[in-house]
């Protein structure tokens, strides 16, 4: 995310929280008008009530509570730490994440995630959910950690965010309908949390801001799935900012959870917060701390790539880059391109994002930089060849995914399954080949629900053809050899309206499931 605040004050211009937190009205004053004589008397009023927002619970004050522990006491090492944010690639925002949650895309996305190499996923929620159907909320929470943990996954949620667009009060209402995202602007509908209402309010909200953070801490006191707690993202240095990161760590802290908390800290205004340090970096690779500091996000491809996280990371600190999913949140565009300056155009290069919601990475060169050589040519994964037209005849770009299970939308930009690539949104083709492992030998029986037309092949011979426009489910039968490898190629073309092609299989000791690949081994 943008390293920028957006509840910037007077203070911050002047930087007097640089200053050790125990400095007296005085000593800030001087401060203040040492970097400027003529700074405005309410500038000043602001700095003293800044001061006491700080001493409420900030710097070294939280130790002086004997039931907390002394900031940045905790200790452990991070560098097993291989993360990303994650947010569903059909979702705008962090609160249409879980004001419509989907177990089966979560479960379908943290599946890719977790044959990718990623093994902890940052995770955004909101106050506003939390006050829209918080029974409900905390049940999908449940229900994501229990699927991240199948998967080999740990979590970190996130309670407070200072970043991008305010929250509607709209959103409270059940038939609140999400905007789409705007083409060409980075982060378009990302959601400050719990918003500025919310702040200026804080007297009238405090007791439900805390029952939301102790609600969730409480139900996961000490559950082994949660990697941490992490208060504020990008934490600003406003008074409003600091009385709430101040009262969260207190909060997480009263329910006696055996799990450890930050707020990101270095630029931030987190470290006093925090049980451990936790910084980003998005201007290149410097790093000069220890394993017991935690990087929760980097990753920009103006001056970042996975590969160059994981070369200059690997073995010194643990990393979470921003982010898994290339999808409706635009994290595509770059921060440059806002809403007084849109792209025009989709990217060659998406800014932030792993895979696209096929399942397929940006560059297969990522994948490959997580998994290792070793793992990545052992990794369970179909190749899979773009082209852009309606038969296969025009290459756009060669990959690899580890199923076959998607629905696209018809937005710009999302409607295809590579934009970058230049493909377009209608009249492409897909094939994908790979290898699969029938256990006994038996009838298998293959099926295709999609649209247009589809056609699977098993060792060269064509077992399900699919030739309706419309979405429709086929399935196909063929007898197989059990314990010896088969070659399997599927054949989509796609002509207009939504994309969607799900591939399944059954045989004589299991049910239908998905049909994966056993190992990768084209070259790439």
């Known amino acids: ?138 049940r999908e929470i449940e229900d994501f950690l229990g ?65 939301y953070v102790q609600d969730i801490v409480r139900a996961h006191r000490d ?8 208060t504020y993202n990008e934490p600003g240095k406003s008074p409003e900012t600091l009385r709430l990161m101040a009262d969260a760590y207190a909060w997480i802290h009263e329910t006696g959870t055996t799990i450890p908390l930050t707020a990101t800290g270095r630029e931030f205004a987190g470290d006093p917060y925090s049980d451990f340090i936790s910084w980003h970096e998005y201007g290149g690779y410097n790093y000069t701390g220890t394993a017991e500091a935690l990087n929760t996000e980097c990753m920009n491809r103006k001056e970042q790539t996975i590969p160059g996280v994981v070369e200059h990371f690997k073995g010194r600190t643990g990393f979470i880059f921003w982010e898994f999913g290339i999808g409706r949140d635009n994290c595509r565009f770059t921060w440059d391109e806002n809403r007084d300056h849109p792209r025009r155009d989709e990217t060659p290069k998406p800014f932030h994002g792993m895979v696209y919601p096929d399942g397929h990475p940006w560059s297969v060169d990522d994948v490959r930089a997580l998994l290792g050589p070793e793992r990545f040519a052992n990794a369970p994964l179909f190749a899979v060849d773009y082209f852009k037209d309606a038969n296969f005849s025009t290459p756009a770009k060669t990959s690899v995914t580890p199923m076959i299970d998607f629905d696209l939308g018809t937005e710009r930009g999302t409607g295809s399954p590579d934009a970058s690539a230049s493909v377009p949104e209608q009249n492409f083709s897909v094939r994908w080949t790979g290898t699969i492992l029938p256990p006994t030998r038996g009838v298998y029986k293959f099926y295709a629900e999609g649209d247009n037309r589809v056609k699977l092949y098993v060792n060269s011979r064509l077992v399900l053809h699919k030739n309706n426009p419309a979405r429709a489910a086929v399935s196909g039968k063929m007898t197989l050899p059990g314990g010896k490898p088969a070659a399997v190629r599927i054949e989509y073309v796609h002509a207009g309206g939504e994309p969607s092609l799900h591939v399944s299989w059954s045989g004589p000791d299991f049910e239908k499931t998905l049909l994966t690949p056993i190992t990768f081994s084209p070259a790439l």
């Open 1 to 138: 995310m943008s390293t920028r605040f957006l509840d910037k004050k007077p203070d911050e211009k002047y930087g007097f929280m640089a200053q050790p937190f125990s400095a007296g009205a005085e000593s800030l004053r001087q401060l203040l008008t040492r970097h400027s004589p003529s700074v405005p008397a309410s500038w000043l009023a602001l700095a003293v009530v800044v001061l006491a927002a700080s001493i409420h619970g900030a710097g070294a004050q939280p130790a002086a509570n004997a039931n907390l522990p002394a900031p940045l006491s905790y200790k452990a090492d991070w560098r097993w730490v291989k993360g990303a944010v994650f947010v569903p690639t059909k979702y705008v925002n962090e609160a249409q994440q879980w004001d419509e949650y989907d177990p089966a895309l979560n479960d379908r996305e943290l599946h890719y995630a977790s044959i990718y190499g990623i093994n902890c996923v940052r995770v955004y929620l909101h106050y506003y959910i939390y006050l829209k159907k918080k029974d409900a909320l905390l």
């Open 223 to 230: 559950d082994k799935r949660i990697a941490f707690w992490e």
């Open 147 to 211: 699927r991240a943990d199948k998967y080999g996954i740990k979590t970190e949620l996130v309670f407070f965010d200072d970043c991008w667009n305010q929250p509607e009060q709209a959103m409270l209402s059940p038939d609140y309908k999400y905007p789409p995202p705007i083409f060409g602007v980075h982060n378009s509908r990302w959601l400050v949390s719990p918003g500025e209402e919310v702040r200026q309010h804080y007297a009238e909200h405090r007791d439900r801001l805390k029952a």
